[in-house]
């Protein structure tokens, strides 16, 4: 069973991410916090990244008010997040958040694709709120669905700007 130092680090590496990867800046030199994000096909890492809040804000504001909107509501219609949040408060481990997807509750040992993120603060340590959470790859193609044509594009050219070979476009991620 992995600890959640495994799950949020760097599955290349074996390290601690230590750089955003939109700007290269040292994310405990930028006095920011950052999102690390972590794709997954079965137990296999597919795409990993941490990235500043900064660099997160800049992009996500390519995406269209009405497809944050969207999702905003799917989010909401999908979770009691009240609930939620008082159940994954309760977890003595945050790795034991890695269990199920956050939306349909399905045990991660019986999803084919999931992504992890989780949000540190400026000093690198991990914020417990919300995240950390895993969604499924089918609640987050349900809930990119819900996305218009450009505000894809926006995930899209992110994938092309930072990793190589051509974007997944079945399991669009999360930012």
């Not at 096909?41 to 009405?66: K, M």
């Not at 979770?79 to 994954?88: P, S």
């Not at 993120?117 to 709120?129: E, N, Q, R, T």
Request: aromatic share 8%; charged share 25%; glycine share 4%.
């Amino acid at each position: 069973m992995r600890d959640l130092e495994e799950w949020l680090g760097s599955e290349e590496t074996g390290e601690t991410f230590s750089h955003c990867i939109h700007c290269k800046l040292p994310l405990l030199e930028i006095d920011s916090p950052w999102l690390v994000n972590k794709e997954f096909h079965r137990e296999e890492c597919v795409l990993e990244y941490a990235i500043c809040q900064q660099c997160r804000d800049q992009t996500t504001g390519r995406i269209s008010r009405e497809s944050k909107a969207a999702v905003c509501r799917f989010l909401e219609q999908q979770i009691d997040w009240e609930e939620r949040v008082q159940e994954l408060l309760m977890m003595h481990d945050p790795a034991d958040r890695f269990a199920a997807c956050i939306v349909c509750q399905t045990a991660r040992e019986e999803l084919e694709g999931y992504s992890i993120s989780a949000h540190f603060d400026a000093s690198g340590d991990l914020i417990i709120g919300p995240l950390p959470l895993l969604i499924c790859k089918k609640c987050v193609e349900k809930m990119t669905s819900l996305l218009c044509e450009e505000s894809r594009a926006v995930w899209q050219k992110f994938l092309a700007e930072h990793f190589s070979g051509p974007p997944d476009v079945s399991f669009p991620g999360m930012m």
